[in-house]
Structures are given as C-alpha cells and as structure tokens.
C-alpha cells in the first residue's frame, strides 16, 4: 500500500465574503490570535506525517509564499535584541519544505485540486481546505489517513451540522455505519434548502486516491459554475468505495467573517496568555452594551 506523504492546500479563492479585507489580502493570512490560519492548517498537516506540501495560490496571494519563507532582516535584528522565542517562531514558518503552483482563474476547488495534479502523479493524497482549522487530540488529517490506511480507499472528513445549514455544504447520503466511518450512497454539493439526504457535513479534509485526476480532467461545471470536487468524489464513488469518516475535534470556518470573530475570540480565551484579560474584556463590552 502506497503511503500519504502529499497535501494539497488550496488557497486561491477570492474570498469574497470576507471583501473588502481580502481585496489585496489572502483569506488564509487572516490571523487567529497571532499565527496566520494557513499555519494551522501546515502545523496540522506536518503533524499527521505529510512530507511534501503543495499550496495552490492565486493573484495577490504573494503573502503566503512570503510567510513561510525566510526573512533575513527580521531574523537577524530578533537574534540581535536576542527575542529568541520570537525567533523561533519565526523561523518554524520558514523551515517547512512548501511548493507553490498557481489557479490562474479560480474555477473551483475541484479545479484548484487538479492544478496540482503532476505534483501528486500516482500516490494517495491529502487535501486540506485554506480556510478550516481543526483542532483535535489526534491531528483531524492523521484520523482520516488511519482510515485510508484500514480502508486502501479515499475518505472524506465529516462533521454534523445543523439540518438548517445544510444548503452550505457538501453533503453524504450515508449507507453503511461501522463505528465513526460511513459508506457512502452519494455526495451532494450544496443540496437545497430541505432536501439535504442527512446533516453529515464535508468538512474540509480529504485524502484522495489518484484517480479523482481522471474526473477533474473532464473540468465539467457543477454547483455555482464552479468545478467541484464533491462532483468528482462522487463519481469516483461509483467505482471505488469512498468512505466518510465524522473525525473527532473541532472544526473552526475561518473562511467567514462570524467564524472567523469567534475562532479568535475562543483561541484567546484558550491561550493562558490572554485568557483572563480576553474574559475581561468581553465582560466589559456586554456590560458597556447593556448600559447605552
Ligand atoms: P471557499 O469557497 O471557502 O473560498 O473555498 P472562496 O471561494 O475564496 O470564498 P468566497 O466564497 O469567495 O468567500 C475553500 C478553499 O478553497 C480555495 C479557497 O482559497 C479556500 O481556501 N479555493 C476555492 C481555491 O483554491 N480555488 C478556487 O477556485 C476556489
């Protein structure tokens, strides 16, 4: 069995829900407390055993490439003033081995995946969504990669959602249930409102055997005139068993702008640093609120 030593992060939407901030700004820079959201999703990935990583970039996402690369100056005037917990900090983003690959024109995630196609060639491989973070006691990829592992087949993440948001994502019409892992009838992006087949929510992981590639060649157009990869996944499922599996911990949608106000907020109150001044300060706001 072919190991998972390859991920892809897709990172060029335009992430126009987050306008204006994301005009000239990538989503997945957006800090979390203090780390960019695409270093979660890295330190996540590296954490599962990914080796090689590539990120799909787009225009105006020149800051990624940037972040995880070294910078002399600042890591030269750190190591002076002799900051060497910053330093390391700094440089733990500069020390992971990333490849880059460009979607000129964001035709999808199913498209921003099949941009990365030669990268991958004929080995099982990872995704993880730009914009979800995952935090859970086994790192949410390394579940999924234990499953492919039993499985020799793609699994998809999931996660419940309530049935009310339903229309958001994509959604598993299960079959089969062995402990967290489901067969799978049909995957459907964004069903309408009501007619969801369950409330098993694709969350944002994958890993995927290399087929998938034949399916998004065909660049066939689906939900909102984008590629999708959920389209692909499904076809994929009519020939080979592709499992979903509901990973343990908790998944943050960074990628708008609620998620993203309440991932920050119960980040910081996480992090024994901020937590009792964040506590504070929240207390203060409701109180200041009630008052005018
Ligand atoms: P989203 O649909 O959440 O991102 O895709 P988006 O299109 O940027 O967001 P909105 O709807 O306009 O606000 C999930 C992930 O897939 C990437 C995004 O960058 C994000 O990290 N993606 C999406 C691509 O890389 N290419 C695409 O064509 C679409």
Known sequence: MQTVKKAIIPAAGLGTRFLPVTKAMPKEMLPIVDKPTIQYIVEEAIESGIEDIIIVTGKGKRAIEDHF???????DNLMKKEKF??????????????????????KGLGHAVWCARKFIGDEPFAVLLGDDIVQAETPGLRQLIQQYEDTESS???????????????????????????????NFVEKPQQ??????????????????????LDKQELGAGGEIQLTDAIQKINALQQVYAYDFEGKRYDV??????????????????????DVEQMMKDLLTEKANI
């Not at 009501?194 to 399916?215: C, D, K």
């Not at 990628?255 to 009792?276: C, H, M, P, V, W």
């Open 155 to 185: 699994v998809v993440g999931v996660q419940q959602v309530p049935f009310e948001q339903t229309h958001r994502y994509g959604i598993v019409d299960p079959n089969t249930v062995e402990g967290r892992r489901y067969q799978v009838n």
């Open 69 to 75: 690369d070294h910078n002399f100056e600042l890591e």
């Open 85 to 106: 917990d910053m330093l390391e900090k700094v440089n733990y983003a500069s020390n992971v081995d990333i490849h880059y690959i460009r979607q000129k024109d964001p």
């Open 255 to 276: 990628g708008e702008k609620l998620g993203f106000i309440r991932t920050n907020l119960e980040f910081a109150l996480q992090n024994e640093a901020y937590s009792d």
């Open 194 to 215: 009501g007619n969801a087949p369950s409330n098993l929510a694709i969350m944002g992981r994958y890993v995927l055997t290399p087929e998938i590639f034949t399916y």
